[in-house]
C-alpha cells in the first residue's frame, strides 16, 4: 500500500504577514478616531445639557424669587438698608433682620465678599452653603439646616475654589471639557443675569462682556435674552471669545458666524478663540457656526 506523501502547510509569506499588519493598524486607528470623536461628541452634549439645565434653573429660581442670579454680588456682612445687595436678599426674605438695626452683622457664611458671575450663579443656585436656602421667615436664610432644595445639583469634582482664577476662594462651577490647552485646571463658564429692568450691567466675567443684540453707536437697543441669564463655556480649546465688548465709540454686537469687529461685530467667525464656544442662545450650535 502506497502512502502519499504529507502536504507541506503552507505558511504566511513575509509580504502577506506585512498585509495583514498594515490592515490591522488600519482598522486600529479607524476605532481609535471613532471612539475619539464619540468622546468629543459627549463633552459637546453634557457641556449643552448643563447649559440648558442651568438656564432652567435660573428661570425657576426667578419664578420664586422675582429675579436671576445677579451678575455680580457681596455678600452682605452687617445689615445695610441702603446697600443693594442686603435688598436683593430681602426682597426674598423681607422678615430677615427686620427689626434689627443697621450694622448688625448678617452672620451669613463669607460675609464681605464679591461674586462674580460664575460665582454668583453657584452661590444663589446651590445656596450658601450649598444645600440650599431657608424657607421664608424671620431667620438667617443660609443657615446650615436648609429647608429650599438646591435648585442645581452642582458636580463636586467641577466645583473649585475660585482662587485659581484670580477670584476669591469660593467656588466657581467648571465646564466638562478636561485639561484644555488655555486653561489646563478646566474653564468656568461665564454667566451674566440681567438686573431687575431686564438689562445686563456691563460687568465682565473671565474677559468675556454680555452679549447685545443690537445697538447704535455706543447704545445698548437690545441684549440678548434680554430680561433673564447668558452662560457661556469656553469650548473645548479654553478660550472664551470677547462678547460684546464697547470698541472705541461703538457698541459691538453679537452676530452668529460673524466675525468684523471694525463694523461693530464681536469675532466669532472660523479661527477665532470664540468660535468653539458653546451658550444658551444660539440654537446648541458654536458661536463661530452660526444658527
Known sequence: MTRRPARRRAAFTIIELMIVIVIIALLAALLLAGIAK????????????????????????????????????????????????????????PRWMAASPDGTPTGLPNGGA?????????????G????????????????????????????????????????????????PYKNPPATPDGTPYAYFGSTIGGKYPPTACFGVMPFVETASGATVIKYINQGTVQIVSAGEDGKFGPGCPLIGAVQCKYVAGGSAPAAGISPYGEGDDGADDLSNFNSGNKLGVGK
Open 38 to 93: 464619540v468622546r468629543k461628541f459627549a463633552v459637546v452634549a453634557q457641556a449643552t445639557n448643563d447649559i440648558s439645565q442651568l438656564e432652567a434653573a435660573c428661570t425657576q429660581f426667578k419664578n420664586d424669587w422675582g429675579f436671576v442670579p445677579p451678575t455680580t454680588f457681596t455678600i452682605p456682612a452687617t445689615k445695610n438698608s441702603a446697600d443693594p445687595n442686603f435688598i436683593l436678599l430681602t426682597k426674598r426674605y
Open 128 to 175: 450658601p452653603n450649598n444645600n440650599g436656602w431657608m424657607t421664608d421667615g424671620p431667620f438667617d436664610p443660609g443657615a446650615a439646616d436648609a429647608k429650599k432644595p438646591v435648585y442645581f445639583e452642582f458636580k463636586p469634582d467641577r466645583l473649585v475654589p475660585g482662587t485659581a482664577y484670580g477670584l476669591n476662594a469660593l467656588p466657581v462651577y467648571l465646564d
Open 114 to 126: 464679591t461674586l462674580n458671575g460664575n460665582q454668583s450663579m453657584v452661590y444663589f443656585l446651590g
